[in-house]
C-alpha cells in the first residue's frame, strides 16, 4: 500500500512569507508526528496528533509554527512569517496504534529553504 | 538531550557483518531500545527494536546486555545499500506520546 507522502518535497520561500506543508499518512493510522531536521543533524521532534486531537505541541520552536489535523486524516504544518532559521527538511510519521511501542512510518520530507 | 551514545561513524567492507554500538547507560525499566536508519534524501526507516531479549528480524539482529545498559545492532552481510546514518533511540512505552529522540546517528558506509 502506500506509504506517507509529503508536499511539496521541496519549496522555496522568501524571509517574511507563509508557508503551508502537507502530509498525507498511512489509511487508518491513528498517530501523526511531524518532526524537523536541520543540515546535519537528527530529527527533532515538533508535535503530535492522535486523530483530530493535537495532543502534544512541546516541540514548536516558537509560535509562527501552527500544525492541524482536522478530519484526523491529513495534516497541515503552517509556518507564518518564515525566518532563516526555519530552514529545514520537515518530516512527517505515522503509526496505526495511540502513542506507545510501535513502528512509525516516515514520508520523504519537505525540505525549506528560505532566502 | 538524547539518551544515547554513539560512534560518529563507521567503515563496513560489502559483505561482511556491521556492528553497530550504542550505551544508554540511564535507560529505565519501561524504556525500549529502537534503531532506525536514514538513508540520504529520504525519511527514517524503522529496523528494529527490543526491550531486554534479543531481537531478530529481516534486515538485522539486535543485542541488548543483561544490564540494558548498551546495545548492538548487527547487519549480517552489509551491501551497498546499507550505507546510511543510523539512529539507536530509548522510547518509553508509557509517556511522552511515543515521540522518538533522535540523536546525531552513526554514519556507515559501507565500501566494496
Known amino acids: 500500500g502506500a506509504g506517507v507522502s509529503q508536499s511539496p518535497r521541496y519549496k522555496v520561500a522568501k524571509r517574511g512569507q507563509d508557508v503551508a506543508l502537507r502530509c498525507d499518512p498511512i489509511s487508518g493510522h491513528v498517530s501523526l508526528f511531524w518532526y524537523q531536521q536541520a543540515l546535519g543533524q537528527g530529527p527533532e521532534f515538533l508535535t503530535y496528533?492522535?486523530?483530530?486531537?493535537?495532543?502534544?505541541k512541546s516541540g514548536l520552536p516558537s509560535d509562527r509554527f501552527f500544525a492541524e489535523r482536522p478530519e484526523g486524516s491529513v495534516s497541515t504544518l503552517k509556518i507564518q512569517r518564515t525566518q532563516q532559521e526555519d530552514s529545514a527538511v520537515y518530516l512527517c510519521?505515522?503509526?496505526?496504534?495511540?502513542?506507545?511501542?510501535?513502528?512509525?512510518?516516515f514520508g520523504p520530507g519537505t525540505r525549506l529553504t528560505v532566502t | 538531550d538524547a539518551k544515547t551514545t554513539q560512534p560518529t561513524s563507521m567503515d563496513c567492507a560489502e559483505g561482511r557483518a556491521a556492528n553497530l554500538p550504542c550505551n544508554h547507560s540511564?535507560?529505565?525499566?519501561?524504556?525500549?531500545v529502537y534503531w532506525y536508519r536514514q538513508i540520504h534524501s529520504q525519511g527514517p526507516q524503522y529496523i528494529i527494536h527490543g526491550l531486554k531479549n534479543n531481537e531478530t528480524n529481516e534486515m538485522a539482529s539486535l543485542i541488548i546486555t543483561e544490564d540494558r545498559k548498551s546495545s548492538t545492532l548487527i547487519l549480517p552481510h552489509a551491501t551497498l545499500r546499507d550505507t546510511a546514518v543510523y539512529y539507536c533511540i530509548v522510547r518509553s512505552a508509557t509517556d511522552s506520546w511515543g515521540k522518538l529522540q533522535f540523536g546525531a546517528g552513526t554514519q556507515v558506509v559501507v565500501t566494496p
Open positions: 510519521a505515522s503509526s496505526l496504534a495511540p502513542a506507545g511501542v510501535g513502528e512509525q512510518y
Open positions: 540511564t535507560i529505565s525499566g519501561n524504556e525500549y
Open positions: 496528533f492522535q486523530n483530530e486531537a493535537q495532543l502534544d
